[in-house]
């Protein structure tokens, strides 16, 4: 099975530039002004322009709201240095709402994106989730 990442957004040329420069990502197809494609991880992630105040689906009770929000869905970034990477993303416009913290399995970032996306950078440490598995 593959699977896709799609991010709403409501400035898109905005998230290209944040998405490219805080992760180091680069465009591959752009959709007219509806989508971008991002390419340079294992996944691709496409940039879907959605307008604040827009409903996300039939019947709710409220448009997207592009302020911090809490999705039980989000990204991880692993990455093999946490702290270039939260520098690198700091200065692209992201926000750290809670420092590193160093687990067994490795160091943990919470961040948020220009977007009101929380996302984590991970830097796994010894043998990673291994560290914990039973």
């Known amino acids: 099975m593959q699977f896709t990442v799609n991010v ?7 998230a290209v530039d944040f998405y490219c420069a805080a992760f180091g990502l680069s465009v591959g197809r752009r959709f007219a002004a509806y989508a971008v494609e991002l390419v340079g991880g294992s996944t691709p992630i496409y940039l879907l322009a959605k307008e604040a105040g827009t409903t996300p689906y039939a019947n709710a009770s409220a448009g997207r709201s592009y302020g911090r929000h809490w ?4 990204l991880d970034f692993i990455v093999d240095a946490i702290e270039p990477a939260i520098e ?9 709402e809670k420092p590193v913290a160093v687990y067994r399995w490795g160091k943990l970032a919470l961040m948020a994106d220009p977007f009101g996306h929380g996302f984590c950078f991970i830097e796994f440490l010894g043998r990673g989730y291994d ?4």
Do not use: S
Not at 71 to 74: D, E, Q, Y
Not at 88 to 96: C, K, L, Q, T, Y
């Open 88 to 96: 690198r993303a700091v200065a692209a416009g992201a926000r750290v």
């Open 131 to 134: 560290e914990i598995a039973e």
């Open 8 to 14: 709403d957004v409501d400035v898109l040329d905005r």
């Open 71 to 74: 999705t039980p869905v989000h």
